[in-house]
């Protein structure tokens, strides 16, 4: 018999999705996918030539668990530089992606019942691993245009609320939280002695030209307590690399790196060595990959501007756009689930509807895609919505 832990684990929305999109596509129907969450460009060649050297010249053994040393201080550095964020390698955690560090991280800090405040709209994973770790979500629902609040993180807490995460730029949303929006929420959490997660895997790729602020830049109070998450996947395309890292106060980094030890040991060494290729030569490379989804940006802005059926509000950063369909959910198609089935069946056109991220009424249109894509992608919205 499976755990009651896994009875109660909720099926990722996306993996049904990709299993319609399969069936379509067996039937021999070319799909539009614009539910994906990942580049569409190919590793940096810079990138991909590190690991071809790692396993050339026989690097492909186990590392130390928590990576190799040259890349965690590579990591720190980049912290110091970018974040003003200063730490030691000892401080640092390379894992198998941000995915299964987050994990980790839950696992470390939930206790049974421990409730970790989680702003709506969201990535579902979150809270599946919340409650896989024994601990609950709590959920924070936010209206458009999803900006997140200390005010709104306050009227949910409790006794028992123990992590504040964060995702900053947001998935679904691309939101960005603003700075004195940081500064309250780090108050917040020194005040009431909670832990925060900040998840920011789309630091970089953002459309504003203003610094980017880490919560645990902030003073060395929150960042006692902050433990920042980020990885190699989105910036520099390497999603299936399986490399992240997390960098946090020294206590809770080892005990994350004894935990990882016990359930993946250390990330692949291949992966290792692009990912510090990544951070020490493959600049030119993200800026380029940003261009190109401020262009998309742009085009969707101006397309979506003029469907008067629904609304957005601008993707800050990521590359999503949450839009609201709730004006065109009838009888036919009562929810936004039931409306994007109706779009993949006779449109062959795959978004993300927004139950999946805890926000029905929406959905999720990822700009990873090529503009002939991203163009064929309107003109079927446009068809089904007349």
């Known amino acids: 018999m499976l755990t009651e832990r896994l009875k109660q684990l909720t099926p990722s929305p996306t993996v049904s999705l990709d299993t319609k999109i399969k069936e379509l596509q067996t039937k021999g129907i070319p799909i539009i996918n614009l539910g994906l969450g990942e580049p569409d460009f190919a590793t940096p060649k810079i990138i991909s030539d590190a690991g071809i050297d790692a396993i050339e010249s026989g690097f492909t053994h186990y590392t130390t668990v928590a990576g190799i040393p040259e890349l965690r201080n590579a990591i720190a550095t980049e912290l110091q530089k970018e974040n003003g964020l200063k730490y030691n390698s000892d401080e640092i955690i390379v ?36 409650k896989l770790a024994g601990g609950i979500p709590v959920t924070v629902p936010l209206a ?60 970089r790729l953002r459309y504003a030209k203003t610094p980017y602020i880490s919560i645990a830049s902030l ?44 359930i993946t040991s250390c ?11 990544a951070l020490k030569e493959s600049k030119e490379s993200v800026t380029e990959m940003l261009t190109e989804f401020a262009a998309r940006r742009e085009y969707l802005i101006r397309e979506f501007s003029k469907l008067k059926k629904l609304s957005f509000s601008a993707p800050e950063g990521a590359f999503y756009f949450f839009v609201s369909i ?33 926000s029905p009424g929406y959905f999720r249109l990822s700009f990873a895609a090529s503009f002939t894509d991203l163009k064929k992608g309107i003109e079927s919205i446009k068809k089904f919505i007349v």
Not at 267 to 277: D, E, G, P, R, W
């Open 95 to 130: 894992g198998v992606g941000s995915k299964a560090i987050l994990y980790n991280i839950f696992l470390a800090l939930c206790n049974p019942g421990d409730e970790v405040l989680v702003a709506t709209p969201t990535w579902n994973t979150y809270l599946e691993q919340i």
């Open 144 to 203: 458009p245009p999803f900006k997140l609040t200390a005010a709104e993180l306050e009227k949910n807490l409790s006794k028992k609320t123990k992590i504040i995460l964060l995702n900053s730029p947001s998935n679904p949303t691309g939101a960005v939280i603003e700075r004195e929006e940081l500064e309250q929420i780090a108050r917040l959490a020194v005040k009431h002695n909670l832990y925060v997660i900040s998840d920011e895997i789309y630091e």
């Open 267 to 277: 990330t692949s060494s291949i992966a290792q060595k692009a990912a510090l290729a």
């Open 326 to 358: 709730k004006k065109l959910l009838s009888e036919k198609y009562p929810t936004s689930e039931a409306w994007c089935s109706g779009l993949l069946e006779k449109e062959h056109l795959a978004v993300v509807p927004g139950e999946a991220f805890e």
């Open 219 to 262: 003073g060395e109070e929150i960042k006692k307590r902050t433990i920042v998450v980020n990885g190699f996947s989105k910036t520099y395309a390497m999603t299936g690399w399986r490399i992240g890292f997390a960098a946090g106060p020294k206590e809770i980094i080892s005990a994350l790196s004894s935990l990882q030890g016990q």
